[in-house]
């Protein structure tokens, strides 16, 4: 008699981060039996270097936010605070920043500032349309440039082992430097070209931080690490597939892989 043939899409989650392929450790529980006592696929946990992120957003008050200047007021709108200065130079750091230990910060910002916007030791100066890093003029990737009054989402990552600081405005590349030193706690400054009689205003809505160390845009293998056994047939790896898989290495988001696997039997 022919076992009944039976069916059952299993998921896997995989998360990519920034321009990472894959968190360095995604963490993989096992899947259930494909069919009950049967099928068991399960793909490898990758355990080392924990991802730790933090955030600082309306949820916590923006909870170690801080401006860098004395004499500011600051005004909460609801879904983002604003930071008034005295004076046309303004500056908002983060406290869970402090100590250079992080590999990419991300923050949702505005700012009235008409002459420089600077991330960390990126800068884009309105008065000669040049972009910075570390005091030295570069080249940018693409023609995106901060617009006053706007909002403009920043992103950071910084890459420990090449020493290496790449920076994205609203998704688009600007450009990358070398450099020793990690990642400020303050992050974000702006001034106005008459900086004694124009105060700069700052609105910041989120500021996102991860602890781990990613590799930007490497290829997802999505049966790296997968095992497929049979109580009956035994190892079945042979015979695993993936039957969808939505994986953009590129593209931050949530992902899910579909696989199938079939025994001697015919059953899947």
Known sequence: MRKQKKRMDQLKPINVVATAAIVATTLFTPIVDVLPGKYNIVHAAETQNPAKHSVINASNKWEGLYSTHFGISTRDYGNYLNYRGHNGELGIGAVLLRGHAQTEVEAKVRTDADQVHQFDQFGYNFSDRQWYFASQPFTPLTDAIPDPGEWAVWKLIYDKI???KTLYLNGKKIGEGDTPEGIFDHFFKARNVDVNNQPVSIDVEYVNVSYTAISNEKP???????????KEDGDLIGKLKVTENTVDSKKPGSYKVKYEVTDKDGNT
């Open 162 to 164: 090449a020493q290496k």
């Open 220 to 230: 997802v293998d999505p049966l790296s690490g997968m095992s497929a056994t049979d």
